[in-house]
Structures are given as C-alpha cells and as structure tokens.
C-alpha cells in the first residue's frame, strides 16, 4: 500500500472509515433488556419507599436516585424502540425536527405508561 494519497484518496479512506456502523441486533436487544431491567427497578424502588420518611431529607437521596435512573432509562429505552419502529434509515434528507418531536412524543408516552404501573 502506498504511503502517498491523492486528496481524492484522503477523503474516500476517511468516509470508509468514518461510515456509521450499525450495531448487530443482539447488542440491542440486550439493551432494551438492560433498560427495561433498570426502569423495572427503580420502579420497585420508589414502590417500596414510605412518604413517611419525607420528612427527613437525608432519605431522599435514594428515591431521587430511583426517579432519576428510572426516568433516564425509560427515555433510553423509548429512543431504542423509537430508532427500531423507524428503522434503519441512511437516507441524508431525514427531518430532524421531525425525529425530536417524535422520540419526545415516545418518551412521554413511555415515561406515563411505566408511571401508570
């Protein structure tokens, strides 16, 4: 291989090298497991936790916890299922507006279908 690339050379090794690369769907599933498993017990977290002990605030520590993980985790999740219903679309004319508004819409509705529970 030579060393001395044209810059027509530079640009088409780095578009090949800089190409998004989609992972395989196990590595996903096991997320969306992964995900799931933490919203589930952040859940049971914040389920086992007794208003009662409101009143001192060196107890809400561990629910805040709880309600951040879970609600990070939910959105997470809504995103992966969002990208998947989507699919796998290259295409460059992709709205992104379009795209915020509907993984907003998905993570909100995620968020209040696992609140429900």
């Known amino acids: 291989m030579s060393v001395n690339h044209g810059a027509g050379d530079v640009e088409g090794l780095l578009r090949l090298a800089l190409a998004p690369i989609e992972p395989p769907e196990h590595l996903a599933v096991q997320l969306e497991q992964t995900l799931e498993a933490l919203t589930a017990a952040a859940a049971e ?16 520590l561990k629910p805040a916890t709880a309600v951040a993980v879970g609600t990070t985790a939910a959105a997470a999740l809504a995103l992966v299922q969002l990208r998947r219903r989507r699919g796998r679309r290259h295409d460059g004319d992709a709205d992104p507006v379009r795209f915020a508004a509907d993984a907003a819409r998905t993570i909100a509705d995620e968020i209040s279908r696992r609140t429900r529970r």
């Not at 936790?49 to 605030?57: I, K, R």
């Open 45 to 60: 977290d914040l389920d086992s936790w007794e208003l009662v002990a409101l009143h001192d605030p060196r107890t809400w």
